[in-house]
């Protein structure tokens, strides 16, 4: 049996993010999602908006002998391209952090593996000066183990 921490990065990934698509109601198509960073400039252009699942830092406190509960902020990275190769990419990177908050918020509990979800902090790279632009969006996720499984 995975782990819950396992299993709530997994969600991410597998259940939330890819529901970000124009068809879906959302202002972006995401092509790449992913557990791991990767420098945007190894990214194709086909490769984007993407979102990668990057660092993430846990608290953990014993409930019982064998269960506890668990803060794990989790950073999230997304990069998007400029509509037209050169310019205006922040408008772009605007939509893709909108569609990632609500993806989130819409499942606070991610699929009942978590207690809570909150975005915390983004931060966003410096503007339109490059055809490319990105985020770092800090999500807090609080868990509690059951039983014997962590």
């Known amino acids: 049996m ?15 993010l890819p529901l970000i698509t124009v068809a879906d109601g959302y202002h972006t198509n995401v092509s790449k999602i ?7 400039e190894n990214l194709n252009d086909a490769d984007l908006p993407a979102l990668l699942i990057g660092r993430t830092v846990e608290k953990r406190e014993n409930i019982t002998r064998n ?24 408008g772009a990177l605007d939509d893709l952090i909108a569609d990632v908050t609500h993806a989130l ?7 009942g593996n978590s207690k809570w979800l909150e975005v915390k902090n983004i931060i966003t790279d410096d503007g339109d000066i490059a055809p490319r632009s ?10 509690v183990t059951e039983g014997v499984t962590p």
């Open 2 to 16: 995975a782990s819950k921490r396992r299993t709530i990065l997994e969600y991410l990934r597998d259940t939330r």
């Open 34 to 40: 992913q557990r791991g960073l990767v420098p945007h």
């Open 67 to 90: 269960q506890y509960k668990a803060l794990i902020t989790v950073f999230i990275v997304g990069y998007v391209k400029s509509p037209d190769g050169v310019k205006n990419s922040q």
């Open 105 to 111: 918020e819409t499942d606070r509990t991610l699929g």
């Open 134 to 143: 990105g985020f770092v969006m800090e999500v807090e996720i609080a868990y």
